[in-house]
């Protein structure tokens, strides 16, 4: 989902690696942080003194389920993250996941299982990675690392074939994942005023243009 932010190529990003479960509750607040004042993130909690406590309890829930997969990245400094989820074949959450959401979320809980079942209905059938969120801490956006994990897993989806997905939740986070390579396929719209969302694939070996954004995915 949407990444935030403007990149630039000019000062130099740190390495990016994977997650270890040691790192999932400080994971956890880079993501809420950086989704705090995104259109979804506002939708999904509208009162923000609930928004970040609800954010961090949801994202460590997240990150806890999908770092034993390794498909959890982050720059080594911890500013910045990614999350993948190989959809190669069918995947099944862990048995305690759906009680773990439900208790981040709270009263919010309708509201996201509403967005859950809209993207599935909209979730591609064919062998692709899903990034499901990309996050760079505020006080560090701005400075390449959101393209700097991107690049990272496309080399890895462009060696072995595969294609790449998400859903983007503002205009600019779509025209940034665009240069990136990705496509939006149609866009809609959360009910109850919510923002539009714009999924989008990328081939494998479509380029990545340097200084294309940085930022978070919700």
Same mark, same amino acid.
Request: net charge neutral; with cysteine.
């Given at each position: 989902?949407?990444?935030?932010?403007?990149?630039?190529?000019?000062?130099?990003?740190?390495?990016?690696?994977?997650?270890?479960?040691?790192?999932?509750?400080?994971?956890?607040?880079?993501?809420?942080?950086?989704?705090?004042?995104?259109?979804?993130?506002?939708?999904?909690?509208?009162?923000?003194?609930?928004?970040?406590?609800?954010?961090?309890?949801?994202?460590?829930?997240?990150?806890?389920?999908?770092?034993?997969?390794?498909?959890?990245?982050?720059?080594?400094?911890?500013?910045?993250?990614?999350?993948?989820?190989?959809?190669?074949?069918?995947?099944?959450?862990?048995?305690?996941?759906?009680?773990?959401?439900?208790?981040?979320?709270?009263?919010?809980?309708?509201?996201?299982?509403?967005?859950?079942?809209?993207?599935?209905?909209?979730?591609?059938?064919?062998? /692709? =990675?899903? $990034?499901?969120?990309?996050?760079?801490? &505020?006080?560090?956006?701005?400075? #390449?690392?959101? *393209? !700097?994990?991107? @690049?990272? /897993? =496309?080399? $890895?989806?462009?060696?072995?074939?595969? &294609?790449?997905?998400?859903?983007? #939740?503002?205009? *600019? !986070?779509?025209? @940034?994942?665009?240069?990136?390579?990705?496509?939006?396929?149609?866009?809609?719209?959360?009910?109850?005023? #919510?923002?539009?969302?714009?999924?989008?694939?990328?081939?494998?070996?479509?380029?990545?243009?340097?200084?294309?954004?940085?930022?978070?995915?919700?």
């Amino acid at each position: 989902m949407p990444f935030r932010g403007a990149e630039s190529t000019a000062r130099s990003v740190p390495a990016v690696r994977q997650a270890t479960a040691g790192e999932v509750a400080w994971i956890g607040r880079v993501l809420a942080e950086a989704f705090q004042a995104g259109p979804v993130a506002a939708w999904l909690v509208p009162d923000p003194d609930e928004r970040l406590a609800i954010s961090r309890d949801l994202f460590a829930t997240v990150v806890a389920s999908a770092v034993p997969d390794g498909t959890v990245h982050v720059t080594d400094d911890l500013s910045g993250v990614a999350v993948w989820r190989d959809r190669i074949r069918p995947a099944a959450d862990p048995p305690s996941y759906r009680m773990r959401l439900l208790a981040a979320t709270g009263r919010w809980a309708d509201r996201f299982d509403l967005l859950d079942q809209l993207l599935l209905a909209y979730h591609p059938g064919s062998a /692709h =990675h899903h $990034l499901a969120y990309l996050g760079v801490r &505020p006080a560090r956006q701005g400075r #390449g690392l959101a *393209g !700097a994990l991107l @690049r990272h /897993h =496309h080399r $890895l989806l462009d060696a072995a074939r595969l &294609p790449g997905y998400l859903v983007a #939740g503002d205009p *600019g !986070a779509r025209d @940034r994942y665009q240069r990136h390579g990705y496509h939006a396929d149609g866009c809609l719209t959360l009910p109850e005023g #919510g923002p539009p969302l714009w999924p989008m694939w990328r081939p494998p070996d479509r380029p990545d243009r340097p200084g294309c954004g940085s930022g978070a995915t919700e």
